[in-house]
């Protein structure tokens, strides 16, 4: 089942559960319910937003995250379910004993297919793929060459203009791509531990005061899907727009389109997700590449939400 988002940015608003449903109480609106085994993710942004205890913790029973606004309309925190099912402790182990040579298989495998829809972005953008499909096929395991970071500087200039520098607290749209980001980043941490990985183990990012590091390794496919929205949101207006509630339901809307994937099935961004961060533990147990990736980038006018399969049990 495809799992709903929900944006709560206007006005004040109480949360509450009652009966398995999430309860959105705003001033002069009708009550709004929502049944907490739909929810993929809350998005709050509104600093008049109050929660009970119930609403976390139901979120999280459910699988479901939290993500938390600021200034600027900027994600600055998540809450993710600490347990993701029954073979939890199982698929730890696998994930701790994956030799060096297999994460460095895996994160190649991720970051040829991150520059390949790279091209296919640019491609879209410009008329032509600024040589990134050729870079793609240079990836070796590990990407040794860092042909990640020579993918970005030429993409982020095709796409965005010359004078563009892609930096958290750079100029916009530097900004939409943050919020897009985190958006993305808190669907795949969330199927990262329902998969029962453990999010603080990445194949290739490290570090000790990140709790998410195999999240920010499987995010990068994902990326240039946002890339897209905000170049197109940016086209549309003739100018950078500034985060609102148009572009970011554009921007959470990503999650519902529908993606090819790389075993040949279509599903929508959000179920692509989830067969990423699956197949990456299948990975570990049978100790080869069995990575399910996205193969393209998504369409919008592609509803796959009542025929997307779920990804297997692990």
């Not at 609403?55 to 939290?66: E, F, H, I, K």
């Not at 520059?115 to 600024?130: E, K, M, N, Y």
């Not at 990140?210 to 920010?216: I, K, R, S, T, Y």
């Not at 197109?232 to 959470?252: F, H, M, N, S, Y």
């Amino acid at each position: 089942m495809l799992r709903r988002t929900i944006a709560i940015s206007s006005g004040p608003t109480r949360l509450s559960v009652a009966h398995r449903q999430l309860v959105i109480d705003r001033q002069d609106q009708p009550r709004a319910t929502v049944p907490i085994e739909d929810i993929g993710t809350v998005v709050v942004d509104h600093p008049a937003v109050t929660y009970t205890h119930d609403v976390l913790v139901s979120l999280a029973d459910a699988g479901a995250g939290l993500v938390v606004c600021g200034q600027g309309h900027l994600p600055v925190a998540m809450l993710v379910a600490t347990v993701g099912h029954g073979t939890q402790t199982a698929r730890h182990i696998v994930q701790v004993d994956a030799t060096p040579g297999l994460k460095r298989r895996l994160w190649g495998r991720i970051i040829r297919t991150k520059i390949l829809l790279q091209a296919d972005v640019a491609q879209q953008a410009t008329g032509r793929d600024d040589g990134l499909a050729p870079l793609a096929a240079r990836v070796k395991p590990g990407d040794p060459e860092n042909l990640e970071a020579q993918a970005a500087q030429r993409y982020f200039k095709a796409v965005f203009g010359q004078g563009f520098r892609r930096r958290r607290d750079g100029a916009t749209p530097n900004d939409l791509l943050n919020y897009g980001y985190a958006i993305m980043r808190s669907s795949v941490a969330r199927a990262v531990v329902a998969s029962g990985l453990a999010p603080a183990l990445g194949l290739h990012h490290r570090h000790r005061n990140n709790p998410f590091c195999l999240a920010d390794d499987l995010i990068e496919p994902f990326r240039p899907m946002i890339d897209r929205v905000v170049f197109d949101l940016c086209q549309a207006a003739g100018e950078v727009p500034e985060i609102d509630r148009r572009t970011k339901e554009a921007l959470l809307s990503v999650l519902r389109h529908g993606v090819a994937l790389s075993d040949g099935r279509r599903t929508p961004v959000d179920l692509a997700i989830r067969h990423a961060a699956a197949s990456l533990g299948r990975s570990f147990e049978e100790r080869k590449d069995l990575l399910i990736l996205p193969a393209s980038l998504p369409d919008p006018d592609l509803d796959l939400t009542t025929q997307a399969e779920e990804p297997d049990a692990p």
